[in-house]
């Protein structure tokens, strides 16, 4: 099964900019869809975004004109480009790849901290 490393998370002031990237390692026959997810102290996991086999995003409310879900094919890897960032983004970032490799696979990442200051 393939291993999910996510990186690029850290500290950052409101309203600045941080990129998140999750390498796969591992064979991966086609990718369905590649999602971005998070969990804030004391909340339940939520749905940040979503990148499908076509190349069609999705985003929560909440993150629609800072956030850019991206994907580069040819490395099965993930970003998040995540701008303006505010307060209420601060969570652990999780990736997850819905996924063939030989059969139907899921995986997700270890998760990745972003702390934002106001």
């Known amino acids: 099964q393939v291993q999910l490393v996510e990186s690029g998370g850290g500290l950052v002031q409101a309203g600045g900019s941080l990129r998140l990237s999750c390498a796969a390692s591992?064979?991966?026959?086609?990718?369905?869809?590649m999602n971005w997810y998070r969990q804030a102290p004391g909340k339940q996991r939520e749905l940040v975004a979503n990148i499908n086999s076509g190349g069609s995003t999705n985003y929560a409310d909440s993150v629609k004109g800072r956030f850019t879900i991206s994907r580069d094919n040819a490395k099965n890897t993930l970003y998040l480009q995540m701008n303006s960032l505010k307060p209420e983004d601060t969570a652990v970032y999780y990736c997850?790849?819905?996924?063939?490799?030989?059969?139907?696979?899921?995986?997700w990442g270890q998760g990745t901290q972003v702390t934002v200051s106001s």
């Open positions: 997850y790849y819905d996924y063939y490799s030989g059969l139907h696979f899921t995986s």
């Open positions: 591992g064979s991966i026959f086609s990718i369905n869809a």
